[in-house]
C-alpha cells in the first residue's frame, strides 16, 4: 500500500473508534477526551507508526521491549506505552524510552521499577497489572493481593502508581468482560482509599471490548488490530 492508501483507511478506522468512544461515553454521561487511545503497533511497522501518529495518534504501545526500543528510536516523538511483561534486566533500556509501563505484574518488578527511579532521582509512572479473568495464562497481581499491596505502594518513592490495567478473556460476545472491568473500577475505588494514591488511569479494553470498557471507566484503551488488521509488515 501506498502512504496515501494507508492513511486514508487508518483515517476511516479512526473515525469509527471516535464513533463508538462518543456513542459510549454519551450512554455513561462521560467526556470523551477522558479516554485516551494508545495504538498496539505491534503488528506493524515502524512507519506504519509514523502514519498513525501523523494522524494523532500520539500513544503509541508495544507489549515486547525490544520492539519497542526500535520504533521508539524511529519515532521518538510519540508517547510509547508498555504493554507486555518486561523482564528486569530490560528495566535500564526501557524506561527511557517509555511514557507509562501498563504492565507491571509482580512484586518483584515493582521494586526493581522502584529501585532503578530512586537511582536516577525520578519516579517511573506504572500501572499495576490485575488478572481480574483470572485466568492462569494471564500475568499479574490476584486481585485480593491487591490491598495487602496498598501500604508498601506508599513507600516506593521510585514509582508512581497512578492506576491499574487488566485484560479481559477473549470472547465472542464483549459483555463477558463487564464483570471483569466492573472488578477493577471497584479495586481502584478500594484501593485508593486504602492509599491515598489518587490512581486516576483505568488502562482496560481492546479492539473487541473498549466499548464496554469505556462504559465502565476505561481511562486508556489499548487498540490493535481494530485500527490496523490487514495492515502488516513493510
Ligand atoms: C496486543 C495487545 C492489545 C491489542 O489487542 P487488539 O485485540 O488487537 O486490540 C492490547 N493489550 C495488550 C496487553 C496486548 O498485548
Known sequence: ???????????????????????ACSRVGRDPATVAWVAVT????????????DLGLADLGESRPQ????KAAALPQARWHLIGHLQRNKIDRTVPFT?????????RVLLALDAF?????????????????????KGGFAPNAML??????????GVTVVGLMTMAAFSENAETARPVFAELY????????????ELPHLSMGMSNDYVIAVEEGATLIRLGSTLFDGLTAE
Open 186 to 197: 471497584q479495586l481502584r475505588e478500594e484501593l485508593r482509599v486504602r492509599s491515598r494514591l
Open 1 to 23: 500500500m501506498t502512504d496515501a492508501e494507508l492513511r486514508s483507511v487508518l483515517q476511516e478506522r479512526i473515525a469509527c473508534v471516535r464513533t463508538h468512544v462518543a456513542q
Open 148 to 157: 495487602s499491596l496498598a501500604d508498601k505502594l506508599m513507600s516506593l518513592p
Open 67 to 70: 520492539e519497542l526500543w526500535r
Open 99 to 107: 511514557t507509562l509501563i501498563h504492565s507491571v505484574d509482580s512484586e
Open 117 to 137: 527511579g530512586r537511582a536516577r532521582d525520578q519516579a517511573v509512572s506504572v500501572l499495576l497489572q490485575v488478572n481480574c479473568s483470572r485466568e492462569a495464562n
Open 42 to 53: 505491534k503488528t506493524v511497522s515502524a512507519r506504519v507508526a509514523a502514519l498513525s501518529y
